[in-house]
């Protein structure tokens, strides 16, 4: 028998106060208004499949397959060894360098909980993935940010002041949510910096391919054998199958050992990512017809751009034009608006989600927002049409 009174309140922690997702947190404000009859074009999110993009047919086809296989068990939690060989041979590691992990975010999460301790800086972009502003708060780091030139380039000249004891560079590159793509001049003078610090560099490859103009650059070849670098990737955008869940984390340089065996715990706790997909992954990054998949992605992605850059030249906002993954970042050249939250509720109210910018860690210089150009031309003209009588 239970006798005794319950004291403690059904609560959350306090920890959940630093928890959030500005992208999705938006979005049920967008489902009320679309209860009430409103038709919403949401532009918060980048998932390619949302918005008509066919994920790439080798990995559900080899999930198939894989099912007719007779093991059901748990993979090794460290990854398919199949799936860790073949990103090695990419990566240009060894297999024991690679971690799977369920999409980036679980690599990025790793990464915080294993490398960034109380009170250590880490350097973020700004405006950055919202995940990261999440994490560090999450493991107690202390976020120090890192701006862009108007072209959406690292501000070497900003990090230089900063970068002293870091102890690690988050760089995401194609950005989210600027959308630029870091040259190499760019990119070997990061190197160069973090080199003279002794920085390493987390780097987020989520959108490494998705290059719509200029020159794809190698970081890795860049950074090799410079820096100690984690390289990290996955097959939601490049492969538009982000409901696979599956991503790889890759160690690179010869400081790493005690950081692995700290991924290696946090892989054992959480016992194993799911074994179809990754053999799914495996096939798929080597598959030969995965070129011509990844020209018809991009060439589409260039015709939703141009549009949304025709649209968007009508409009008194400000932003880099956007040379890679699918996102920009814009700021309100108008004084009506005072806070990006009331602008993004009055873009809802004409049917149009975006997320605010202070969700990516800005406002203290203006009002921004973030979009998607992953919709079909009609569908971003008829949104930016929209939102033209609020601004
Ligand atoms: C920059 C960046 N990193 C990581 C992720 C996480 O992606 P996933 O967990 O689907 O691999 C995203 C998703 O939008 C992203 O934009």
Same mark, same amino acid.
């Given at each position: 028998?239970?006798?005794? *009174?319950?004291?403690?309140?059904?609560?959350?922690?306090?920890?959940?106060?630093?928890?959030?997702?500005?992208?999705?947190?938006?979005?049920?404000?967008? !489902?009320?208004?679309?209860? !009430?009859?409103?038709?919403? #074009?949401?532009?918060? $999110?980048?998932?390619?499949?949302?918005?008509?993009?066919?994920?790439?047919?080798? #990995?559900?086809?080899?999930? *198939?397959?894989?099912?007719?296989? &007779?093991?059901? =068990?748990?993979?090794?939690?460290? =990854?398919?060894?199949?799936?860790?060989?073949?990103?090695? /041979? $990419?990566? /240009?590691?060894?297999?024991?360098?690679?971690?799977?992990?369920?999409?980036?975010?679980?690599?990025?999460?790793?990464?915080?909980?294993?490398? #960034?301790?109380?009170?250590?800086?880490?350097?973020?972009? &700004?405006?950055?993935?919202?995940?990261?502003?999440?994490?560090?708060?999450?493991?107690?780091?202390?976020?120090?940010?890192?701006?862009?030139?108007?072209?959406?380039? @690292?501000?070497?000249?900003?990090?230089?002041? *900063?970068?002293?004891?870091?102890?690690?560079?988050?760089? $995401?590159?194609?950005?989210?949510?600027?959308?630029?793509?870091? %040259?190499?001049?760019?990119? %070997?003078?990061?190197?160069?910096?973090?080199?003279?610090?002794?920085?390493?560099?987390?780097?987020?490859?989520?959108?490494?391919?998705? $290059?719509?103009?200029?020159?794809?650059?190698?970081?890795?070849?860049?950074?090799?054998?410079?820096?100690?670098? @984690?390289?990290?990737?996955?097959?939601? /955008?490049?492969?538009?199958?982000?409901?696979?869940?599956?991503?790889?984390?890759?160690?690179?340089?010869?400081?790493?050992?005690?950081?692995? &065996?700290?991924?290696?715990?946090?892989?054992?706790?959480?016992?194993?990512? &799911?074994?179809?997909?990754?053999?799914?992954?495996?096939?798929? #990054?080597?598959?030969?017809?995965?070129?011509?998949?990844?020209?018809?992605?991009?060439? !589409?992605?260039?015709?939703?751009?141009?549009?949304?850059?025709?649209?968007?030249?009508?409009?008194?906002?400000?932003?880099?034009?956007? !040379?890679?993954?699918?996102?920009?970042?814009?700021?309100?050249?108008?004084?009506?608006?005072?806070?990006?939250?009331?602008?993004?509720?009055?873009?809802?109210?004409?049917?149009?989600?975006?997320?605010?910018?202070?969700?990516?860690?800005?406002?203290?210089?203006?009002?921004?927002?973030?979009?998607?150009?992953?919709?079909?031309?009609?569908? @971003?003209?008829?949104?930016?049409?929209?939102?033209?009588?609020?601004?």
């Amino acid at each position: 028998m239970l006798h005794l *009174k319950r004291q403690l309140p059904y609560r959350p922690t306090e920890r959940m106060n630093v928890v959030s997702y500005p992208i999705r947190d938006i979005v049920m404000e967008a !489902k009320r208004e679309e209860a !009430k009859g409103k038709k919403m #074009i949401y532009l918060n $999110i980048g998932d390619p499949p949302q918005y008509g993009f066919e994920p790439f047919r080798v #990995i559900s086809d080899r999930v *198939k397959g894989a099912l007719d296989e &007779n093991w059901k =068990g748990y993979a090794p939690s460290e =990854g398919d060894e199949q799936l860790r060989k073949t990103v090695a /041979k $990419i990566e /240009k590691c060894r297999p024991e360098d690679v971690f799977a992990v369920a999409g980036l975010t679980e690599g990025i999460d790793f990464f915080f909980h294993s490398f #960034i301790g109380f009170g250590e800086k880490v350097l973020l972009p &700004n405006p950055v993935y919202p995940l990261y502003l999440s994490k560090a708060k999450q493991f107690e780091g202390d976020s120090v940010f890192y701006r862009h030139d108007a072209d959406g380039q @690292i501000d070497v000249g900003n990090l230089a002041k *900063k970068i002293e004891g870091a102890k690690a560079m988050v760089i $995401i590159n194609p950005n989210n949510p600027l959308g630029s793509v870091y %040259s190499e001049k760019n990119l %070997s003078e990061v190197v160069t910096l973090c080199a003279e610090y002794d920085v390493p560099i987390f780097y987020d490859g989520s959108y490494d391919q998705l $290059i719509l103009e200029g020159r794809q650059v190698d970081f890795r070849k860049i950074a090799r054998d410079k820096i100690p670098f @984690i390289y990290g990737s996955s097959l939601s /955008k490049v492969f538009s199958y982000p409901g696979a869940r599956i991503g790889w984390v890759t160690f690179h340089g010869d400081k790493w050992s005690e950081v692995k &065996n700290a991924f290696f715990l946090l892989c054992n706790q959480r016992l194993s990512v &799911n074994w179809e997909y990754q053999r799914a992954a495996a096939a798929a #990054i080597v598959d030969p017809s995965y070129p011509a998949f990844l020209a018809d992605m991009k060439r !589409k992605l260039l015709e939703r751009r141009d549009t949304f850059m025709k649209m968007a030249a009508k409009l008194p906002l400000s932003f880099p034009v956007p !040379k890679g993954a699918f996102y920009a970042f814009m700021k309100i050249e108008t004084t009506k608006w005072r806070k990006d939250l009331q602008f993004v509720r009055a873009a809802l109210k004409e049917g149009v989600v975006f997320v605010p910018g202070s969700g990516f860690g800005r406002q203290e210089d203006g009002v921004y927002f973030r979009t998607t150009f992953l919709p079909e031309p009609h569908v @971003i003209e008829e949104a930016f049409s929209k939102i033209r009588r609020i601004l």
